[in-house]
C-alpha cells in the first residue's frame, strides 16, 4: 500500500441537535467542533452519514402519495413488502433482482445497493410509518459541496465522504459503505506502482488495488453506530489521502455490463448477501 501514514485518530464531534429536513448541516457542525475546542486540520476526513445528508436535501417521501405500479404489487408480494415501498425503491434506479425480503437495485448514481438505500429508520414526525428516506440525490456533488463549505470556513484542505451501511455477499452484518466523496483518494492501484509490483520476497503480487473508500467509510461506522448513538460525523485524522480527481465512482461496479452480457448470474452479487437473502434474476 502506498504511503498515506502511519497512524490515524478518529472521534465523533459530540453535540451535533438532530438534523431536521431542509437544514443546513455544516453550521451546527461548525459548531459542535467549537463546543469541544476542536478545528479541523489539513488533511482531515469528514465522515458524514447519508441520512442527515438525505434530511438536508429533503429527500422524505410520504408513501400515502406514492400509487404503486402493477410491477410493484407484483414484487412486493414475492418480496412481502408494502408495493409503495417497493414502488419508491423501483424509481432508484436499475432492478437486478430480489430476494424474500429485498430488492437489489443499480442506483441512478452507479451503486448496488439492497432496497436503493430507502431507509424508514430514525424519521421524526406524525405518521412516520408512512415515511421513507432516499439516498442524496448526487452524493459526489453534495459531497462536494459540503466539503467547500469546510474549506472555506477553516481555510485548509480537508476531504468529505458521505457514508452508508450495506452488506457485503457471503458476510454477515453491517458495514460502512462510501456512497459519495470529495477530495479523497478512493482507490490505491497497486498494479500502476512499479514499487509494489512484487512482495518483500520478490513474488509477483496479486493484489491489483485497494479499496479505501469503504475502508475510511466503516472506520466512520465504527464510531457512529446504526441506532440512537446520535454520531452522525465523524473526524479521521493522520492519513495523507487528499485527491482532488477521484471520487466515490471509481469504487462503482460493472453490474449493468455484466447485466447486458447476460453475466449477471455469475456475479457474486447473485449469492446469500444476507440471512435469508438470496438474489436472482428477474
Wanted: aromatic content about 6%.
Amino acid at each position: 500500500m502506498a504511503y498515506f501514514g502511519d497512524s490515524l485518530h478518529a472521534f465523533a464531534v459530540k453535540g451535533i441537535p438532530l438534523i431536521e429536513m431542509g437544514q443546513d448541516i455544516v453550521e451546527p457542525v461548525i459548531h459542535a467542533l467549537d463546543n469541544m475546542n476542536e478545528t479541523l486540520q489539513e488533511n482531515d476526513i469528514i465522515v458524514i452519514t447519508s441520512k442527515i445528508v438525505s434530511k438536508a436535501e429533503n429527500r422524505l417521501v410520504d408513501l400515502r402519495e406514492i400509487k404503486p405500479s402493477e410491477r410493484a404489487k407484483q414484487i412486493g408480494k414475492r418480496v412481502n413488502r408494502d408495493p409503495r415501498i417497493v414502488e419508491v425503491i423501483l424509481q432508484q434506479g436499475n432492478l437486478l433482482g430480489f430476494g424474500p425480503r429485498n430488492i437489489l437495485i443499480e442506483t441512478s448514481f452507479g451503486f448496488i445497493l439492497e432496497n436503493a438505500g430507502v431507509d424508514a429508520s430514525n424519521i421524526s414526525g406524525v405518521n412516520n410509518e408512512n415515511l421513507v428516506m432516499l439516498l442524496p440525490k448526487n452524493p459526489n456533488k453534495s459531497a462536494a459541496y459540503i466539503r467547500q463549505r469546510f474549506i472555506e470556513y477553516y481555510k485548509t484542505n480537508v476531504g468529505v465522504l458521505i457514508q452508508d451501511s450495506s452488506r457485503r455477499a457471503w458476510r454477515k452484518g453491517l458495514i460502512g459503505l462510501c456512497i459519495g466523496s470529495s477530495g479523497i483518494k478512493m482507490l490505491d492501484v497497486v498494479s500502476n506502482d512499479p514499487i509494489r509490483k512484487s512482495d518483500l520476497y520478490g513474488i509477483p503480487t496479486q493484489v491489483s488495488s485497494i479499496n479505501i473508500g469503504d475502508q475510511i467509510s466503516s472506520t466512520g461506522n465504527l464510531l457512529m453506530g446504526e441506532a440512537a448513538e446520535g454520531m452522525p460525523v465523524i473526524i479521521i485524522r493522520g492519513l495523507n489521502l487528499v485527491d482532488e480527481t477521484e471520487t466515490s465512482h471509481t469504487l462503482n461496479s460493472r453490474a449493468r455490463t455484466l447485466l447486458e452480457n447476460n453475466e449477471i448470474e455469475k456475479s457474486s452479487i447473485f449469492v446469500e448477501t444476507s440471512h435469508n437473502s438470496f438474489y436472482r434474476k428477474t
